[in-house]
């Protein structure tokens, strides 16, 4: 047993010992492996170096969370995995955010994320809106089980980019056309992304709905959010 211990401390870094090009792929290492701890005390250390907010999220968190992504989407990594790390994520974004919120600095867009009325499940909807964080995108988690006027009220309040919803029942499925033909209805469609998923929907669903894409999982969904709000800021 000591000699587990002994090997434990020898493996362990000291961060503030590593140059910031090695800090920066350290933290690269640490978000993959789900390391809060250490992506806070690294955090800090770059930012104590002079780093400003924005290149540390971009370049060592949001990069990171690139790399996860890539690996989740391709069945290398799995949703528990992904979860820790995304956790790790947050724990240098609660260091982040309020210096982002002093600079004014801009995120990659606003995203409103929900799981729609009758469904209470969250796990998707969490991964996702975690996700997204990690690309450097600013997300509004509503939570579950809401009606068409709390993703109303949420976009008054808010003006993101992006609505997002989640269902994993088929019974509950439906009422994201409730969502979007209310949005029609109140003129404001065109003004927004719509982006669904969950378990049981499919391309077809998404188009039926019209919703503007349909994500199968997390890491697609980081990927549509991206080229979609690309694509409408270059036409605007």
Not at 78 to 106: D, H, Q, S, Y
Not at 125 to 151: C, H, Q, R, S, T
């Amino acid at each position: 047993m000591t000699d587990e211990v002994e090997t434990q401390d020898e493996d362990e870094i000291d961060l503030a010992s590593l140059s910031t090009d090695e800090l920066v792929e350290q933290m690269h290492d640490d978000l993959y492996d789900g390391l809060k701890d250490e992506i806070v005390e690294a955090t800090n250390i770059l930012l104590e170096r002079g780093w400003d907010a924005g290149k540390v999220l971009n370049d060592a968190l949001v990069e990171g969370m690139r790399i996860v992504g890539i690996d989740f989407r391709d069945g290398i990594l799995f949703v528990p995995e992904v979860l820790l790390a995304a956790n790790a994520m947050k724990g240098g974004m609660g260091i982040l955010r309020p210096l982002l919120a002093e600079t004014g600095a801009a995120t990659v867009g606003k995203a409103v994320i929900g799981t729609v009325k009758g469904d209470i499940h969250d796990i998707g909807k969490n991964l996702v809106g975690m996700m997204w964080e990690g690309a450097g995108f600013e997300v509004i988690d509503i939570g579950i089980n809401n009606p068409v006027e709390n993703y109303l009220q949420a976009i008054e309040e808010h003006k993101p980019d992006i609505i997002g919803m989640s269902a994993l029942l088929t019974t509950t499925m439906p009422y994201m056309k409730v969502v979007i033909d209310t949005l029609v209805e109140q003129g404001i469609r065109d003004d927004y992304l719509v982006l669904v998923g969950g378990a049981p929907l499919n391309e077809e669903f998404g188009k039926a709905v019209g919703a503007d894409a349909y994500c199968r999982d997390a890491a697609v969904a980081v990927e549509t959010a991206k080229s979609l709000i690309a694509a409408k800021r270059a036409a605007a």
